[in-house]
T-cell receptor, first 111, second 113 residues
Framework: GQNIDQPTEMTATEGAIVQINCTYQ??????LFWYQQHAGEAPTFLSY????GLEEKGRFSSFLSRSKGYSYLLLKELQMKDSASYLC????????????FGRGTSLIVHP | DTEVTQTPKHLVMGMTNKKSLKCEQH?????MYWYKQKAKKPPELMFV???????INESVPSRFSPECPNSSLLNLHLHALQPEDSALYLC????????????FGDGTRLSIL
């Protein structure tokens, strides 16, 4: 089975930096995705990690440690529009290309 | 706007009605998915189609019936739904390659009276 854990909710201040953690226990590992979802909208792809280390994309970065079963999404220079749910999704092994979603972290950015 | 288009955006139906949700993508993706999402919960996988054939059914009740008429279209036929089926229904597609993400539609907000 797969177990993916994220904090339920986080708050941060506009302009600040926030780190959203995701820990996982899966049957094998074949990649981890981060998605952003605004209320009532589609999840949109943010990042993909399959090797250890940091992937940077503008204000967003994602880190992976396979040995620790751990990833984080780092958001810099927070903007009000970053208020959304952030979903961690892990793909296990076994040939399935379908990731399992964590419950998501609701991020509230306030002025 | 997303590259996966879902219609309708909102649907209200009674428990005896029959309706269909539609999903379309023109990215040449070979895998298409239906998810159900309740408020403040992650998407739950319902069905997966690969090369127009049903490959995964996550023990979904038979009142939900998927159909894939061609590689660009995915339908979800609804009949005799229950109030607890009220949710956001998301369609997604992907190439099927392990390192490629899923692309989601904006969903259909379904309410069962």
């Amino acid at each position: 089975g797969q177990n993916i854990d994220q904090p339920t909710e986080m708050t941060a201040t506009e302009g600040a930096i926030v780190q959203i953690n995701c820990t996982y226990q899966t049957s094998g590992f074949n990649g981890l995705f981060w998605y952003q979802q605004h209320a009532g909208e589609a999840p949109t792809f943010l990042s993909y990690n399959v090797l250890d280390g940091l992937e940077e994309k503008g204000r967003f970065s994602s880190f992976l440690s396979r040995s620790k079963g751990y990833s984080y999404l780092l958001l810099k220079e927070l903007q009000m529009k970053d208020s959304a749910s952030y979903l961690c999704a892990v793909r296990g092994s076994g040939g399935s290309y379908i990731p399992t979603f964590g419950r998501g972290t609701s991020l509230i950015v306030h002025p | 706007d997303t590259e996966v288009t879902q219609t309708p955006k909102h649907l209200v139906m009674g428990m005896t009605n029959k309706k269909s949700l539609k999903c379309e993508q023109h990215m040449g993706h070979r895998a298409m998915y239906w998810y159900k999402q309740k408020a403040k919960k992650p998407p739950e996988l319902m069905f997966v189609y690969s090369y127009e054939k049903l490959s995964i059914n996550e023990s979904v009740p038979s009142r939900f019936s998927p159909e894939c008429p061609n590689s660009s279209l995915l339908n979800l036929h609804l009949h005799a739904l229950q109030p607890e089926d009220s949710a956001l229904y998301l369609c997604a597609s992907s190439t099927g390659d392990s390192n490629q993400p899923q692309h989601f539609g904006d969903g259909t907000r379904l309410s069962i009276l």
